[in-house]
């Protein structure tokens, strides 16, 4: 077990919904990474946060956000869903800028 | 800029034989070099990392890597490959700034008994 938990563990929903995916680092981690994880695509670093503020941005797109709360977990909002959004996301956390502990991902499914 | 190749999407061995996984990377400042494991239906786990000093690195499992820098590789072994090594296998890069970490496309082990 990282420490890092991710809720939900799968989710189901339909094209052009919205979705909140949500992630709580391991107790003391102040950096939270959020990546995507797809057939295609493979792994891909979406955005980064470091107590609250947002860090650094990958390839995520504009239908994506992130915020990290002040108890320092975050979440990720994907909204007008399209088929091709259909994927693994994981979320992780450091305690020192370059060990990144993982958790074990949202699956979602876009119908 | 920094990247990773992984060479061979698809690994498999004996039980019992030598695992070899091979990383090379592309990097424009030092590297912080990582391998992660993924079990199926899994997050991705640490199995070692390389940041500075020796260039040998030993991680969980039995597994190790060494930081060829003349080579740009950070290749993974194992003496002996066991059934439960089966699973998807990562190389990545950062800058060791506290940065994203850079994949390479994975390299799936299968174990044969």
């Known amino acids: 077990d990282s420490g890092v938990t991710q809720t939900p563990k799968h989710l189901i929903t339909a094209t052009g919904q919205r979705v909140t995916l949500r992630c709580s680092p391991r107790?003391?981690?102040?950096?939270v990474y959020w990546y995507q994880q797809s057939l295609d695509q493979g792994l891909q670093f979406l955005i980064q946060?470091?107590?609250?503020?947002?860090?650094a941005k990958g390839n995520i797109l504009e239908r994506f956000s992130a915020q990290q709360f002040p108890d320092l977990h975050s979440e990720l909002n994907l909204s007008s869903l399209e088929l091709g959004d259909s994927a693994l996301y994981f979320c992780?956390?450091?305690?020192?800028?370059?060990?990144?502990?993982f958790g074990a991902g949202t699956r979602l499914s876009v119908l | 800029a920094q990247s990773v190749t992984q060479l061979g999407s698809h690994v498999s061995v004996s039980e019992g034989a030598l695992v070899l996984l091979r990383c090379n990377y592309s990097?424009?400042?030092?590297?912080?070099l990582f391998w992660y494991v993924q079990y199926p239906n899994q997050g991705l786990q640490l199995l070692l990392k390389?940041?500075?000093?020796?260039?040998l690195v030993k991680g969980i499992n039995g597994f190790e890597a060494e930081f060829k820098k003349s080579e740009t590789s950070f290749h993974l072994t194992k003496p002996s490959a066991h059934m439960s090594d089966a699973a998807e296998y990562f190389c990545?890069?950062?800058?060791?700034?506290?940065?994203?970490?850079?994949f390479g496309q994975g390299t799936e082990l299968s174990v044969k008994p």
């Open positions: 992780a956390s450091s305690p020192d800028s370059y060990i990144q502990y």
């Open positions: 107790s003391g981690d102040l950096s």
């Open positions: 990097s424009s400042v030092p590297p912080y």
């Open positions: 990545a890069v950062s800058d060791g700034q506290g940065g994203k970490l850079i």
């Open positions: 946060y470091y107590n609250g503020e947002e860090r």
């Open positions: 390389y940041t500075t000093g020796a260039t």
